[in-house]
Structure formats: C-alpha cells, structure tokens
C-alpha cells in the first residue's frame, strides 16, 4: 500500500518555490509515495507544470485547495482560532480524517504545534507532545527532545519524552535498545536539580537502554541515541550552540581577511566553513518531529531549501511506514499506563 | 597603599609551573600589586629562583607554605573537612583573615565554592554565591552568571545574582548602567517558565537596567552586559556551546585534509582555527569570579596557561581595587534587604 503524506505547500519562508519542488523530488525517489500539496490551487498547479511531471509521477501528485496562510510570526493562537483555511490547518486534518498518514510543514513551530495538538489530540497517557530533532555529532547524529514545545515539565512528562524518543529511534533508525541520556549539569548521580533527579528515578523502573545524566558536550560528541531534556534547557542548548558556531565563523572570517597569505587561505576555507556551518544546523537537515500526537506531523526548518524540505519528507514517510504512532502508543500503555494502574 | 593577592600555587593542572611565573608577570605589569604564593614553601622558592627576580620585586613577594593540595578530581565535600592544610584552604583563610584582599585560584570548582563559602561565607541578603564569566561576543564580551554554583535557584536568587553582575560590571568595567537581560527561550513576556516570568517581575521593581528576556543566541551577540541564569541552564548552554565548537573544529579539520588545494589551506587555517577556539573558551581568558561571598576568590581555568593565569591576578586585582564585595553588598541592602522591610 502506498504511503500519502500531506504538504503544507504554502508553509516556510519560501513556501511552493520550495515545498513542490522537494515534493517532486521526493516522489522520484520513493516509488510508493502520494503526496497532497496543501494551499492555493492555482499557484500550486503552475508549479507543478513548470517541472514538466510525466504521468507516472502525476498520477501520485493531488492538490488540496487552502485560502489562508499561517505568517511566520503569527501568535499561535491566533493562527489556532482565526485561521481554519489555513494551508497548515488544512493539511493537519487531512491526518485527523485518515486521508493521508502524515503532514510536513515547514511553517511556524508554535502554530503547528498548537494546530496539531488541537486537530489530533495527544496520544492517550502522554501530556504534552514534544519536538525531537536529530543533532550531528563526530561519528553521525543524536536526538534531543524536548526542543522548546514545554516549559516546567514535570518529571513524569520527561519520561514521555524518553520513552517516545526512544520509540521513534528503535523503529525509524533500526537501533535495537536506543540509549537513553538525560541532560544534567554533570554525570554523578548527586548532580543536578530535584526535577532531574526524580526523573532518573522514574526511568530506571522502565525497560528503556537508560545510560544515565549527560552534559551539554556530550550532546555533540554523541554519548547516547536519545538525549532527554526539558523545552527550556533544550532550546536554550541548541540556540546558544546556533550562536557560537555563528561567532566562530565570524572570528574565522575575520582571521582569514588579514593578509595576502590569509586571504589565500579564504579563498579554499570559506566554502568549506559555510558546508560545515550548514551541517551543524540541526533543523537543516530533515526537519524536527512532533512525538506523542495522535497522528505524524514532520516539522521542517523554516528557511529550508528543496533538499532540506525533501529530506523533511523521507522522514515523514519513514515514520508512516512504522506506524511510529501506534509504536509510541504501546510502549506509553506498556511503560506508563500499565504501572499506574 | 598596594594590593595584596594570594594565589593558590599548587592549584590546576600545571601548578607551580604556571601559578609563579603568571604572579612575576602580573607584579612586573603592576606596581601597587603584592603576591603571597600559599603551596610547598621549597618548590615555590626553586621555581621563584628560576627567574632571577631583582629585589625592586622579591620586596612584593610572599610565600605561605601549605602541606596539602586539593586534587582537580576530588570531591569538595572532601576537600572542606580533609585538606585543612590545602594551599587553596589557606589562601582562602588569608582572605577571611584580612592579610591579602583576593585569592586566585585554578583548582577545582566544586572545591574552591564549598571551600570560600564555608570560609568567608556569603554577604547579608545573599543566600548563595554565583559564578560569573565574561563570554566572547562579536564586538568584545558580556558576562554570564550562574554558570553552575545552584541549580534550582529562586527567584530571589536569581534577582540576587543579576544585582551582583550588574555591580561588578559596572564597577570593574566601568559600564555606568550594565545592561542586565534574563536567559529565556523567547523574547516575547508570555514565554518562558514561572521562575523566569516571577524574576522578571522582582527585577522590574529594581534599579537594574533590565532589558528583558534574552535567548541563547544572544550571549554571543552581546546584546546586554549581564545575562543572569540558574547555574542548571548556563552550565549546560556553556557545556554545549564548547561541544559544538570542538565538533566544528573536528569537521573543518576533517575537509581540510580531503586534498592537496585544501591541505594547502590546513597549513594556513589550523593555526588560525587553534586561535580562534582558544578567543571562544570563556573561562580561558581571565578566570570566572566568585560573586557574593564576603571576599574576593577569582576561579582560573584549570587547564590556564602563565597568560591565562596572569589576567585571573588581574581580574583579582581589578576587584580588589574598587572594593567589589563591599558595592555588591550595599547594593543587595539597598534592593533587598531594605525593600524587604
């Protein structure tokens, strides 16, 4: 059976110019793939033509009209209430009704969050939903989550988040029992605040591969597969690591602009400092995932070009193909449900 | 009248090796500066020796022998009620005993907090010390507190450490109305967690000059002079930013051996990169300060060269003579002590 994912097309900063080509691009390489672009009929079809699609791929291609479009800096809730035509609303219920299996947007992260969780409903057992993304490392990547969807998670909250980051990993990256670290200010037990400490102790009754605490380097030097963090500490490590590579950057440029010698050395590192500074931005790469919904919902980064979107895409047909939703769902009952009872 | 500093010459990672040739540096740089050398009272005047010292210095040369040293690894619990004779016990115990005005010190963190709080204890109206370090920024530095001293601080706490930094930038920088901004994972009032959204309303009431909330990529961009955390969230923003700069180095390095053009390009970049990640390291550059305590303690780097080690004398210096501690705790009477009457 083939795999139907929806794109919020008019999402992003450079909405269809980028979300039709990387939708294209995706169904050239997955054969079982159907993708519904999401927004204005019109504008989607003329870029649909322009890439001259034969039949074969056509045939895989619908179009879903939506009048409104969610700003980039549109308060979620206002986007939540006010717009119900919206290309993100409208490609989120397309999941609600079972059309598709999963949406891609690479819109607002506030709005999808809140439009997700109202259309689809969380997972029973889980609270809150939580953002996971994939974080490079020397030897590969990591997962973090929470990346800023919750602030004051409780401890039984963080052991949601470890129990669907570690479901997510095991089932669309092939790791039999994914690690499982949680983000401290050192790797002794007696580190640390209360919040942490109970949390430790709620996943050491659980059957997940816990390692123990993790530093903020360790994220980067890849200790665990799953690194478990509240929204805050989360999206203060990753915009603070956003930062310094940025400033690093600049030190380097500025090193290099001060001779001829120097100058020179530019010339062959400034390519390379600006592949390297695009690798290390996690959203960059295939976008984050919204865990613990009732349905898949692919977040992409904002400024993503067509590779980025695309590779948003394969993981959003990755986790339809697992069913991940049902996955996490088991292992919430399993884990959390069952032990309360 | 001169300023006299005791340095703990046993403590880092180098000892004697870097602590003595740091403190002649810094006494050639400044008249007014006297040095007591607190650690093994033989090995400290054979490495005094070395460098042929005219009297014009020896005169501003003291040596305080101690019989232990606390190790980088050891517990500070261990530390406080064992090493009674430490050369950082008994450079912190000169300290409280009025013979010098600041301690410098580069051994273990935990240590030398649990050592100077138990010692010195802390000023009236603060309930805990903080750690405070000056970060690189594009355009010079700003300054980060608590960088790992408490987690799970209050409020109240936090309010505490944001009239510290205020008041030792302004004062050893010379800043007249340090700009203070509180680490946040948004800009926006609404965002952020309870502890945070409280602090903001204690600040609010202050003399503070309070920008408002800043995220974490705004401690590199140097948007305010003094950014105040929990010591939970600027460990681990501090901990990731150097993991991420240590992975971006190790990517560089990487394409840069890819071919003769680029290993070309190594030749000139590596010493530049080596620089560059050097200017990055926070605590590198001229130590962390202890704030709060009724006493000035100057944290070096560990790993501190003689120059690091140097500007931590400095900083010490610099402290000592605008009477740090005693306008931190006028201005914890004036906001706290007095508002809470």
Chains 1, 2 share one sequence.
Do not use: W
């Amino acid at each position: 059976m083939s795999i139907r994912v929806s794109v919020d097309a008019s999402g992003g900063d450079h909405g269809i110019s980028v979300t039709i080509p990387a939708g294209i691009a995706a169904l050239k390489e997955i054969s079982d793939l159907e993708i519904v672009f999401v927004g204005n009929k019109a504008n989607i079809q003329s870029e649909i033509d322009k890439s001259s699609l034969n039949n074969k791929f056509l045939n895989r291609v619908y179009i879903q009209h939506a009048s409104e479009i969610v700003a980039m800096d549109e308060l979620p809730s206002h986007a939540l209430r006010r717009k119900k035509d919206s290309s993100m609303r409208v490609a989120i219920n397309l999941v609600k009704e079972g059309k598709v299996s999963a949406c891609v947007s690479a819109g607002n992260t506030g709005a999808l969050m809140a439009i997700s969780r109202f259309v689809l409903k969380t997972i029973q057992g889980v609270d809150r939903p939580a953002i996971m993304a994939r974080i490079p490392t020397y030897s590969g990547h990591t997962h973090v989550l929470d990346l800023g969807a919750n602030v004051d998670s409780s401890p039984a909250a963080l052991l949601e988040f470890a129990i669907m980051g570690s479901e997510a990993v095991k089932h669309t990256e092939n790791v039999k029992r994914p690690t499982v670290g949680l983000l401290n200010v050192g790797e002794e037990e007696i580190k640390g605040n209360e919040k942490i400490k109970n949390t430790a102790s709620l996943i050491k009754n659980t059957n997940l591969n816990y390692y123990g605490y993790v530093e903020g380097d360790d994220i980067y030097k890849g200790v665990v597969d799953v690194v478990v963090c509240d929204g805050f500490e989360g999206n203060i490590a990753l915009k603070a690591s956003e930062g310094v590579v940025g400033l690093m950057s600049f030190f380097l440029k500025k090193a290099f602009s001060k001779n001829l010698l120097t100058k020179l050395g530019a010339f062959i590192v400034l390519p390379i400092l600006r592949k390297v500074k695009s690798d290390l931005d996690p959203g960059k790469y295939n976008g984050a995932t919204l865990l613990g919904l009732k349905g898949i919902v692919v977040k992409s980064h904002g400024g993503a070009g067509v590779n980025s979107f695309k590779n948003a895409i394969h993981e959003a047909y990755r986790e339809s193909k697992v069913h991940i939703t049902d996955k996490i769902s088991e292992q919430i009952t399993k884990e959390v449900l069952q032990n309360n009872e």
